[in-house]
């Protein structure tokens, strides 16, 4: 069973994604923060698959949990969701990690495009291992 780590800072868009993960048979951490993701991806035994991650939260951003993880070598595969990419140099910072447009999706996110791309990634990752 994959394990995958949600981050959000709105506790509605935690629990919906928590149940329909788990619904497909998945097993779900979440985070309401970024530092908390971090913290949990440091441990060595975290055996997390996936992370689906937003972008604006409160404290350390997506944008900084991204950066932190290049910077402490935590590779795992991350979907960025985003209510809009409007700020400035977003898109750069992001092709500069290795992310792009296939790796975003917007809110409110259809969790039917979400899963196809959690499991996009999953099969990605599996085989690159």
Avoid: W
């Amino acid at each position: 069973m994959s394990r995958i780590l949600v981050v959000d800072d709105e506790s509605e868009m935690v629990l919906v994604l928590k149940r329909f993960f788990t619904r497909q048979g998945f097993d779900v951490i979440t985070a309401s923060r970024g530092q908390v993701a971090l913290d949990i991806l440091e441990k060595p035994d975290h055996n997390i698959d996936l992370m689906v991650l937003d972008m604006r939260m409160p404290g350390k951003r997506g944008i900084g949990v991204l950066l932190e993880m290049k910077k402490k070598c935590l590779s795992i595969p991350v979907i960025i969701l985003t209510g809009s990419l409007n700020y400035s140099g977003f898109v750069e910072i992001m092709c500069t990690l290795g992310y792009g447009e296939q790796d975003v999706l917007y809110k409110p996110v259809s969790l039917e495009k979400l899963l196809n791309l959690v499991n996009r990634k999953l099969d990605i990752s599996k085989k690159a291992a």
